[in-house]
């Protein structure tokens, strides 16, 4: 989806990360099937997809050498990943992967929750704006755009860029490392954890009890993101997408 939607805006290039061997080929059959795995006839304006097998740690220096800096325009973060997301934010911070204005979204950070990663989506100094879009299953998805003038290496970096822990200079409060242990404990006790190596098809069941208490955790940790919601373009009913405005974008 994210290809077609640069399919005649210019154009680009789209790379899954799959540990998955078994996902990574479904994805590159679809890729293949769709006509993306090598650009379309558009010239400039085709997307091109590439599927590579792997974990963060692994991949993301991979991308670096390839690409070189600050070549990833949208990071999206997804899979039930849960606390893991803090960590491939901070390897694509440590390599300086992220572009000036680059957009991070965070896939479903209420069940399970991903305190850390919102934590720093909510800093002004390194995120602008950022809001949390409500889904019908009633999670979040978690939407900001970068802040400018960011670096940390000065201009330099090595491979051990993509294994600092924390490479930012803002300090989380004393509460947020207890409230990642309590989440990531709840992870692996949920049912999309135990099956995140096969195939699973259908949506997830809601559960508004649980979501509600990730929102209260939240605010006691001061991290309020601004809430959003989606609406359908104006498109026909079998072409219309799904689009959200962020509040930096709906203020200018």
């Given at each position: 989806?994210?290809a077609?939607s640069?399919q005649g805006?210019g154009?680009?290039l ?5 540990a ?7 994805s ?6 769709s006509?993306l795995?090598r650009g379309?006839d558009?010239g400039?304006?085709?997307a091109?997809?590439q599927i590579r097998v792997?974990r ?7 991308l670096r050498?390839d ?6 325009d949208?990071?999206i973060?997804g899979?039930f990943?849960?606390?893991?997301y803090?960590?491939?934010?901070a ?8 572009s ?7 896939d ?8 850390e990663l919102?934590w720093l989506a909510?800093?002004p100094?390194?995120f602008?704006e ?5 889904t019908?299953?009633?999670d979040w998805v978690v939407?900001a755009?970068r802040?400018s003038?960011?670096?940390?290496n ?6 051990r860029s993509?294994?600092?822990p924390?490479?930012?200079?803002q300090?989380p ?10 989440a990531?404990e709840?992870?692996?006790?949920t049912v999309?954890?135990r ?8 949506p997830?069941?809601?559960?508004p ?6 929102r209260?955790a ?10 959003c ?14 689009m959200?405005t ?6 200018a």
């Amino acid at each position: 989806r994210a290809a077609f939607s640069l399919q005649g805006a210019g154009g680009g290039l789209v790379i899954g990360c799959e540990a998955d061997p078994v996902r990574a080929a479904a994805s590159l059959c679809m890729a293949e099937w769709s006509g993306l795995s090598r650009g379309s006839d558009g010239g400039s304006q085709a997307a091109e997809v590439q599927i590579r097998v792997g974990r963060g740690e692994q991949l993301l220096p991979q991308l670096r050498r390839d690409l070189g800096p600050r070549s990833v325009d949208v990071l999206i973060l997804g899979g039930f990943q849960g606390t893991e997301y803090r960590e491939e934010l901070a390897r694509a911070h440590g390599l300086e992967l992220l572009s000036e204005q680059a957009v991070v979204v965070a896939d479903r950070v209420l069940r399970p929750m991903a305190p850390e990663l919102v934590w720093l989506a909510c800093q002004p100094d390194l995120f602008e704006e950022p809001c949390a879009v409500t889904t019908e299953d009633d999670d979040w998805v978690v939407v900001a755009r970068r802040a400018s003038g960011q670096s940390i290496n000065g201009g330099s970096w090595n491979e051990r860029s993509a294994f600092q822990p924390w490479p930012w200079k803002q300090q989380p409060p004393s509460g947020l490392a207890q409230l990642r242990h309590v989440a990531d404990e709840a992870r692996q006790r949920t049912v999309a954890w135990r099956q995140r190596d096969r195939l699973v098809a259908g949506p997830c069941v809601p559960q508004p009890e649980e979501s509600e208490a990730a929102r209260h955790a939240y605010q006691q940790l001061g991290i309020n993101p601004a809430l959003c919601w989606p609406r359908r373009s104006s498109a026909g009913q079998f072409d219309a997408v799904w689009m959200v405005t962020l509040p930096c974008e709906s203020a200018a």
